[in-house]
């Protein structure tokens, strides 16, 4: 499978099987750890190929930290498995992650002193865009993360 992009100055581009990489989890506890170590291992594979841009000092802490989150929703709100990709463009990682639960993520007002119920408030701090959208089935959240430092 294929995957168009665009080049930093708008032309398409088509996009390596090294640019990307999927899974698909149950939705057992058992997903997030997985997924963390599924994304660590696709940057640093990725990023360990000749001619491969450098990432910033944060970039692979950040990308585990914002899909943790993400697969944790799903784990304990939507009934089922869940699917996540990542794909590396120009200048950004692209997170997509897709789950059985129609109902839209929201962010709470900040409140220092709630406990828990901050994941989307993290993901939306590390993230560059945040894009969720309902699905014929479930929903899919698309986050992006900038490479550089």
Known sequence: MHRSATTADGLPRQAT??????AAYDGESGSIAAARAFTAD??????????????????????????????TNACKFAPGPCALNLELL???????????DA??????????????KHGLE???ALCEGFDVRREAV????????????
């Open 103 to 116: 109902t839209l993520p929201f962010a709470r007002a900040t409140e220092p002193g709630r406990i828990g």
């Open 42 to 71: 696709f940057l640093t594979a990725r990023t360990a190929m000749p001619g491969a841009a450098s990432l910033g000092p944060t970039v692979v802490a950040d990308a585990q930290l914002v899909v943790s989150e993400l697969v």
């Open 17 to 22: 099987p090294d640019d990307w990489a999927g």
């Open 90 to 100: 120009e200048s950004v990682l692209e997170i997509t992650l897709w789950d059985s």
């Open 138 to 149: 479930g929903k899919r959240i698309k986050v992006r993360i900038a490479l550089g430092e």
């Open 122 to 124: 993290i993901v939306l």
